[in-house]
């Protein structure tokens, strides 16, 4: 971990000729609560082992340089011009934060910026989450601000909604914040409330990806996010319940003449997954992996026949892990349509549960999945706290 900081340190050196200051944030997976949040739900994500690191140093012209070292290019441009001009390249991520900052009304001088990461991009992870979140805390130390973790969660998923353009939820950015190591963390989408879980220490988590990415992928995505919005248009309408967060199985039953099939089979995934995250938190609470581990297999078969969400290889996934001695539960894990699976094993068995799952994944389809074996890191807070104390 320090060995990254100090190359981020020295990335920046060599490329501006002066030293900075370094601020990381990790990447995150989600244990169980999928595309729950939306409709104002429940999620169970952690923070994991991967981070990117920015790194900050003033500059006295009033411009912004942002150098990525993993793309291995410069943006700039001048801090007091900026308008929302978003110009689909990664910059925008870090470009998008600086924008939120300043229409929050913090005064950002001059400064240059290095990044660099760790985090698959594009993978599921939330590499996204990660540069904005690292970017968001350098800026602020930057700019000698502070701001509590609700607020730089949701200024930096507003860079991403707003700025980058992309549609996603707040789970991401609020748990790349305010995760903690050893905990899972329980958000209540709606009121953003959360708890801290205690993941047991002798279990890993292991993420592992399908190298699937299906090119009709957004297309589904959206597909699946207007099925939702219209059941849950029905539900307001014949029984006032606003979001999906608050109805029950028996209400969607109640309308179920009035909507499509697909529509009820969408909004029925999101109302068990509620009910499973509840149930989760509570096997957590109990340090009862057994029952996790089935609750994640129960939301696989949801995410696969409700939510329609899955697909062959992932399930392929899902079915070997489970045949593995030490595994406690797999699912699809993220939007869905390929992507990553997370599976809760025994530690002991890591290393011969991944041997052995992207042995039988290539057999099965010929494809060399990458594995990562993870436990619940920092969130960027407790990160700097750290750094702090040190
Ligand atoms: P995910 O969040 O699942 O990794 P996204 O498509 O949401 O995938 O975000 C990936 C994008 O985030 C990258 O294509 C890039 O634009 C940006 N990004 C992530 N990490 C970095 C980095 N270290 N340097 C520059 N841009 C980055
Ligand atoms: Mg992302």
Same mark, same amino acid.
């Given at each position: 971990?320090?060995?990254?900081?100090?190359?981020?340190?020295?990335?920046?050196?060599?490329?501006?000729?002066? #030293?900075?200051?370094?601020?990381?944030?990790?990447?995150?997976?989600?244990?169980?609560?999928?595309?729950?949040?939306?409709?104002?739900?429940?999620?169970?994500?952690?923070?994991?082992?991967?981070?990117?690191?920015?790194?900050?140093?003033? %500059?006295?012209?009033?411009?912004?340089?942002?150098?990525?070292?993993?793309?291995?290019?410069?943006? &700039?441009?001048?801090?007091?011009?900026?308008?929302?001009?978003?110009?689909?390249?990664?910059?925008?991520?870090?470009?998008?934060?600086?924008?939120?900052?300043?229409?929050?009304?913090?005064?950002?001088?001059?400064?240059?910026?290095?990044?660099?990461?760790?985090?698959?991009?594009?993978?599921?992870? &939330? &590499?996204?989450?990660?540069?904005?979140?690292? $970017?968001?805390?350098?800026?602020?130390?930057? #700019?000698?601000?502070?701001?509590?973790?609700?607020?730089?969660?949701?200024?930096?998923?507003?860079?991403?909604?707003?700025?980058?353009?992309?549609?996603?939820?707040?789970?991401?950015?609020?748990?790349?914040?305010?995760?903690?190591?050893? %905990?899972?963390?329980?958000?209540?989408?709606?009121?953003?409330?959360?708890?801290?879980?205690?993941?047991?220490?002798?279990?890993?988590?292991?993420?592992?990806?399908?190298?699937?990415?299906?090119?009709?992928? $957004?297309?589904?995505?959206?597909?699946?996010?207007?099925?939702?919005?219209?059941?849950?248009?029905?539900?307001?309408? %014949?029984?006032?319940?606003?979001?999906?967060?608050?109805? $029950?199985?028996?209400?969607?039953?109640?309308?179920?003449?009035?909507?499509?099939?697909? &529509?009820?089979? %969408?909004?029925?995934?999101?109302?068990?997954?509620?009910?499973?995250?509840?149930?989760?938190?509570?096997?957590?609470?109990?340090?009862?992996?057994?029952?996790?581990?089935?609750?994640?297999?129960?939301?696989?078969?949801?995410?696969?026949?409700?939510?329609?969400?899955?697909?062959?290889?992932?399930?392929?996934?899902?079915?070997?892990?489970?045949?593995?001695?030490?595994?406690?539960?797999?699912?699809?894990?993220?939007?869905?349509?390929?992507?990553?699976?997370?599976?809760?094993?025994?530690?002991?068995?890591?290393?011969?549960?991944?041997?052995?799952?992207?042995?039988?994944?290539?057999?099965?389809?010929?494809? #060399?999945?990458?594995?990562?074996?993870?436990?619940?890191?920092?969130?960027?807070?407790?990160?700097?706290?750290?750094?702090?104390?040190?």
């Amino acid at each position: 971990m320090k060995v990254e900081r100090e190359t981020a340190l020295r990335a920046h050196e060599q490329r501006f000729r002066e #030293a900075g200051r370094v601020f990381g944030a990790p990447a995150r997976v989600n244990l169980i609560g999928e595309h729950t949040d939306y409709t104002g739900g429940l999620v169970m994500p952690m923070a994991i082992g991967f981070r990117t690191e920015a790194v900050v140093s003033g %500059r006295s012209d009033g411009r912004a340089v942002f150098y990525s070292e993993n793309f291995g290019e410069e943006a &700039s441009f001048e801090i007091a011009s900026m308008g929302r001009s978003p110009e689909g390249r990664w910059s925008d991520y870090p470009a998008g934060v600086l924008w939120c900052l300043r229409e929050e009304g913090i005064e950002v001088g001059g400064f240059n910026m290095t990044l660099v990461g760790d985090v698959p991009l594009g993978a599921g992870l &939330s &590499s996204s989450a990660s540069v904005e979140v690292a $970017t968001a805390m350098a800026l602020l130390a930057h #700019a000698g601000a502070s701001l509590p973790m609700e607020k730089i969660a949701t200024l930096c998923r507003r860079a991403e909604n707003e700025y980058v353009g992309a549609k996603s939820g707040i789970m991401d950015q609020f748990v790349v914040v305010g995760a903690v190591a050893e %905990r899972a963390m329980l958000l209540d989408c709606r009121s953003l409330e959360y708890e801290l879980l205690p993941l047991p220490a002798q279990v890993r988590v292991v993420i592992c990806n399908s190298m699937v990415k299906h090119a009709v992928a $957004t297309g589904e995505y959206g597909d699946r996010r207007d099925e939702v919005e219209a059941g849950q248009a029905v539900l307001r309408k %014949r029984l006032g319940i606003e979001l999906l967060r608050d109805a $029950t199985v028996a209400d969607l039953e109640a309308c179920r003449d009035e909507m499509s099939a697909a &529509s009820f089979a %969408r909004c029925r995934h999101i109302i068990t997954e509620n009910g499973r995250v509840v149930m989760a938190k509570e096997a957590l609470l109990r340090g009862d992996v057994e029952r996790f581990g089935r609750l994640m297999v129960e939301a696989h078969a949801s995410m696969r026949d409700d939510f329609a969400a899955s697909c062959e290889e992932v399930d392929v996934l899902v079915e070997i892990a489970m045949r593995q001695e030490g595994c406690y539960g797999a699912r699809i894990t993220g939007g869905g349509f390929g992507g990553c699976t997370v599976n809760v094993v025994r530690a002991a068995d890591a290393e011969p549960f991944v041997e052995a799952l992207r042995g039988e994944y290539a057999e099965k389809t010929a494809i #060399a999945a990458e594995c990562f074996v993870c436990a619940p890191g920092d969130g960027a807070l407790a990160m700097a706290a750290q750094e702090v104390g040190r």
